[in-house]
């Protein structure tokens, strides 16, 4: 298996019906992504909640919801990102749990920028310094919902080195999630809990739209790239011959940028940019 390929995948869960109905429909779609081949499944914020009582509805990380979690992700052999409304001690949380594919929860996200409904409901903010998901396929970010609103949370997933960031949601995004991914040179992938999530490419380009798929979909993300300016783009198709079905370029018309990804296994882009004295962007545009 290519670890620097991560075959993602968004579920439009919702709480239709019930607790009890909405995890056997869950799991249906869970089935669905494993037949895809998926290896990281995304849900959305809170799907399993109506109405954010953290009094009545906030569970322990140990909690039936959790064991639920772990179970489908080690039956599957998936890595989930799942909603929690999550108890710890006096304290309630809007959390997403990363769970491994043997079923082992391995982090835990909690919202850092509850609206004032959740406030007003119980829901505390979340670290700001919060910490993110080491993955197999390398680091991933998350961004919860109002959480995409503030440039300090995007710049700490960032800092920490986040490749791909999800932002499981109750609204699109659309317009800040391509501007945070341009601006950061970061995939970003949304889960919401309809068809209309979408990812976006660290150019700034949705490869996948909303409303163009159903409520289970998978995309492929390479997780080693760069972004380079189109400054030396004459070198591009030496280094395409060079590495032939290794290196992936993706151009946007006008834009004067260009994103570089690798799968070769024993290289790195990084070593692919610095044998053709291609600069990253970031370094290419710290020189002025």
């Not at 039936?64 to 890595?79: D, N």
């Not at 959390?95 to 406030?119: N, S, V």
């Not at 829901?123 to 109002?146: L, M, N, Q, S, Y």
Request: hydrophobic share 45%; aromatic share 10%.
């Amino acid at each position: 298996m290519n670890r620097k390929q991560l075959h993602i995948v968004s579920v439009a869960a919702t709480s239709t019906g019930g607790r009890e109905a909405a995890f056997r429909r869950l799991e249906r779609q869970l089935a669905e992504a494993a037949a895809m081949e998926g290896q990281l499944v995304c849900l959305p914020e809170a799907c399993f909640w109506s109405d954010f009582n953290a009094a009545d509805s906030a569970e322990p990380e140990n909690g039936a919801t959790v064991e639920f979690y772990a179970a489908m992700a080690e039956k599957y052999r998936i890595a989930l990102l799942a909603p929690l409304l999550l108890r710890e001690k006096r304290h309630c949380y809007n959390a997403m749990l990363w769970f491994d594919a043997d079923g082992a929860l391995q982090g835990i996200y909690r919202k850092c920028h509850p609206t004032q409904l959740e406030l007003e409901r119980g829901i505390r903010p979340g670290p700001e310094k919060f910490e993110i998901f080491d993955t197999p396929w390398g680091k991933i970010g998350c961004a919860v919902c109002f959480d995409i609103n503030f440039r300090q949370v995007i710049e700490r997933n960032v800092e920490l080195g986040a490749r791909l960031i999800v932002f499981p949601t109750m609204f699109q995004g659309l317009a800040l999630m391509r501007a945070w991914a341009r601006l950061f040179r970061v995939y970003f992938l949304s889960a919401v809990s309809a068809p209309y999530s979408a990812l976006v490419t660290p150019l700034g380009q949705t490869r996948v739209e909303p409303w163009c798929h159903g409520e289970v979909w998978q995309s492929v993300i390479d997780m080693d790239f760069e972004v380079v300016t189109t400054d030396k783009m004459e070198l591009f198709p030496e280094l395409k011959l060079r590495y032939g079905g290794d290196v992936e370029i993706e151009t946007i018309d006008l834009e004067s940028a260009a994103l570089i990804s690798c799968r070769a296994p024993n290289t790195s882009v990084n070593d692919m940019l610095r044998e053709f004295d291609i600069p990253p962007e970031k370094d290419y545009l710290a020189e002025y």
